[in-house]
Structure formats: structure tokens, C-alpha cells
């Protein structure tokens, strides 16, 4: 995210201009953006015009509109691990071609600004496209969750810093885990004879083969192996799969001479045992110890840590470990809080009351000198919370 303008005074008045980038860009505008606030961006509108003859022609003019919006919608091709991506399925040629994915930003609102092309009043929804400058101006001010959410958006460097490819025997899904997201880039699926006394193993290998090499080029496509920023490629999966699919990468990778990726999975790859082929597997990935040691330093990683410390205190000394709304105020009240672990999903609240009920109990816990732990509910670690 790149910060284009920002003028916001000791009370909290101003406004912000920002330029997305990529899908975890659009998640912190979705996050920072609430109904009331005033939005300027680029939008496509259809225009029609009458000549005096009666006929009509329409046009699509590029213009600047201003909303007050009334409603914030985010959509990711991923979603939460859970949630649908974008699959690959091959038949028996074995070929691919996955669509692009992208998350996607829509805003909702009444046209505040005057505009020749479009009525003061008239309701719109924009757009957010990457590369495209956004003006917020919030309209109860800006409180320290927002400053510090933009704070956080443009430091540069970010991205993805995990790659991970959770397989079984035909399936595999690629993810990318970033700070504040879990993204399945992909998914392939290729079917796989059984071994059987009447066509021996012969066909079973032709499909793994067939297997192999589609996971081959969705990797190329989907894992930015060759990124600087990236820590580790995870190759997780249940029984033997991953050693296979490791090997294949790496005669491949050696017959096309592709040297980056030969250092990189020399380098970077770790091989994680999950109990299942399915995303929802990331939560045991990010728990090996083989993936914590390296990973200690992110910002997933320590909430990784910080929640199973919870949990474990919740069972060990339960008088010390409080959850739910009116007992963790309450203990924020009195200053007893010594790390509060808190969703980012109650910070997109409606009602602008309870969002300032929430920013309250983080201010009173970092004054008293608390720690503060805002989990993404778009990541693994948000979803546990």
C-alpha cells in the first residue's frame, strides 16, 4: 500500500489517501472503511444521451465520484481457508489453466460530491481496483486502530511471507500466507487410478505422474519461489506424498536448468506431516515445531504462540485467563489485563458504539502497558480466536 496524502489533526478530523496494491491491501482498506465514512475513488459509469431527434446512445465516461457509504462488501477468490478457491481440474491429458484470482472491494453509497455526469443523492458502488488512489475521510474521526491500521498498511516489504502446498494423493492446494491473510491461490485435482491385479501398478504411476507435473507448473504459477521475502515453502501432506512431489520438483527444476528454483527449494522447502490433504491443515503446519523455528519473527507466528498460551492457561488457571465481552471490559476496567487477544472483526462493527467500546479496552490496556494482539479473521490464527 502506498500512502499518496494524509492530513488528520489532534482531534481526529482529516482525511487519508491511499493506493492499493495487492489483495492484502484491499483487506486493510475493507477493515478501515465503515458506513459514514466519505469515500473518493474512480468509477465507470453509463451515460446516455437524447439528441434532438429522440435517439439515445450511451458511453462509458471514467470519473472521480464521492460516496457516503452505506455498505462495504469483501470478496476473495479464497476467502478463509475454509472457504471456495478457484480450481484446477485436469482429465487425463492433464492439462490446466486456472483463472486469475484477486480479491475485490465494493463500496456502497449516496454521490455526495457534484458531478456533471451524476446526480447529488444518486446511489453508486465503486469499484476498488488495484493501483487506483482511494480518499477516506471518517466521519467519527480517526481513532488510534485506524492511524495504526494505516500505519501498518504501507510499510513497504510486505507480501506474502509463507508458501505452502498441502497435498494428498491427486489434490493440491497452493496457499500464500501473509501477515493478515490466508490465500489459496489454486487448487488442482487429477485422478488417480487404484493399483489393482488387473491393471497392475502401471496405471496408478501414469496418473501420479500426470500428478507431478501439474502440481509442477501450478507451483511455477501460484508460489513466488523466487521472492526474497519469502521465508518458507511448506510441502505438507499426510503418508508419503510430499517426499514424492519434493523429488519431482527438484529433477524437474534440474532438466529445465531453472536455478532459482532449484536454490529455493534447496533452501527454503520444509516437509510438515498433517493429518489431512485439505487447507484447514495450515493450522497444524503453523504449530510444527519444524515451521515455529522458522517463523518465530512473523506476526502469525506470535500470535500462534500467544493463543495456545491462552488456552493453555485457560485449562491450567482459569482465573487468570477471562474471555467474553463484559469480563474482559471489566478486567480492562481495573487494569488487570496483561495481554489482550482481540479480532479485528469487531472493529468493522455497524454500530459505531460498540467499534469505540472495543478501541476503548485497547487504549486502556496499552496505557496500563498491556500487550495487544489484533488477530485477522482472514488467517488461520483469527479463525482459531
Known sequence: MKLINKYIDKHGAGHVTLRPEDDE???????????????????IRRIQNVSSTGSTESHRVRLNLTLQVGRVDFSSSAGPAGAAADTTTTDQSGSSAPPPTSAALHISGRVTSENPHVKMGAFHTLDVEANRDVRIE????????????????IIPGRGAEVGAVVCGEG??????????????????TVPIPRKSAASGASQHEKGM????????????RHIPYGNAGLRAIVIASPGWVRDGVLTYLLEEAGKRGDKVLQRALKEKVVKVHVSSP???????????PEIASQLKETKFAREGVVLDKFFKMLGTDEMRA????????????????????????????????????????????????????IFSSMHESGQRE
Open 209 to 220: 505422474t500426470k500428478f507431478y507435473a501439474t502440481l509442477y507448473d501450478s507451483f511455477i
Open 25 to 43: 491491501d484491499m483487506w486493510h482498506l475493507y477493515n478501515l472503511i465503515q458506513a459514514g465514512d466519505s469515500v473518493r475513488a474512480p468509477a
Open 278 to 288: 485439505h487447507v484447514h491443515s495450515l493450522v497444524e503446519v503453523l504449530k510444527s
Open 322 to 373: 477471562w474471555y467474553g465481552p463484559d469480563h474482559v471490559c471489566l478486567a480492562a476496567d481495573r487494569g488487570a489485563i496483561g495481554t489482550l487477544l482481540i479480532s479485528d472483526d469487531l472493529f468493522r462493527s455497524s454500530e459505531p458504539s460498540t467499534r469505540k467500546r472495543y478501541v476503548e479496552v485497547v487504549e486502556a490496556v496499552q496505557q496500563k502497558g498491556g500487550e495487544v494482539v
Open 171 to 188: 489434490t493440491a492446494a497452493f496457499c500464500l500466507l501473509s501477515q493478515h491473510m490466508t490465500l489459496v491461490a489454486n487448487r488442482i
Open 138 to 153: 471518517k466521519a467519527d474521526g480517526w481513532d488510534s486502530i485506524a492511524v495504526s491500521r494505516v500505519e501498518e498498511a
